[in-house]
């Protein structure tokens, strides 16, 4: 048993040190204000600019600040995933280039997701402290997405 359990942590050591050499995703880095990003549509509250930047573009825009654990596989594929993920469902860089509807949508689901404590997720937050969103913070940017819906 003692003999089998060395086996299986050696052979799990092996392919962590192995999967190193494995090419790591493509960095989402790119801090130029284009002419679709959200900051460029509106002047963005000072005090909700800061909440956006701390709690949200990670992962909802084109410019993630990686932190230095991203260079370990498997860690890189997983924020990779959880990257693209995130700019996939709301990307607030590419934000103009969408629909008014799909606008509309997204400020929706911003407050709803703000409301339910969905966002930002736990996870990210358990490794950024600092993106935690204080009952304050968290009300201005209800506010904020709030008064850019366009009741029906």
């Known amino acids: 048993?003692?003999?089998?359990?060395?086996?299986?942590?050696?052979?799990?050591?092996?392919?962590?040190?192995?999967?190193?050499?494995?090419?790591r995703a493509e960095k989402n880095q790119n801090a130029e204000i284009g002419p679709d990003h959200i900051a460029s549509m509106e002047a963005i509250p000072t005090e909700v600019s800061a909440i956006l930047e701390?709690?949200?573009y990670d992962c909802h825009s084109n410019n993630t600040i990686y932190p230095w654990?991203?260079?370990?596989?498997?860690?890189?594929?997983?924020?990779?995933?959880?990257?693209?993920?995130?700019?996939?469902?709301?990307?607030?860089?590419?934000?103009?280039?969408?629909?008014?509807?799909r606008q509309n949508r997204k400020w929706k689901e911003v407050v709803d997701e703000l409301k339910e404590n969905n966002m930002p997720l736990k996870s990210y937050t358990f490794l950024h402290p600092k993106a935690k969103l204080t009952a304050t913070e968290k009300?201005?940017?209800?506010?904020?997405?709030?008064?850019?819906?366009?009741?029906?």
Not at 1 to 23: C, D, E, G, S, Y
Not at 144 to 150: E, L, N, T, Y
């Open 139 to 152: 009300e201005k940017l209800i506010s904020w997405a709030s008064s850019h819906i366009i009741r029906n």
């Open 1 to 23: 048993m003692r003999k089998t359990f060395k086996r299986i942590l050696l052979i799990i050591v092996l392919a962590l040190a192995l999967i190193q050499f494995f090419p």
């Open 69 to 101: 654990y991203n260079n370990i596989q498997p860690v890189n594929w997983w924020l990779n995933k959880h990257i693209i993920e995130g700019s996939d469902e709301l990307n607030f860089s590419e934000f103009g280039s969408y629909s008014a509807k």
């Open 54 to 56: 701390k709690a949200c």
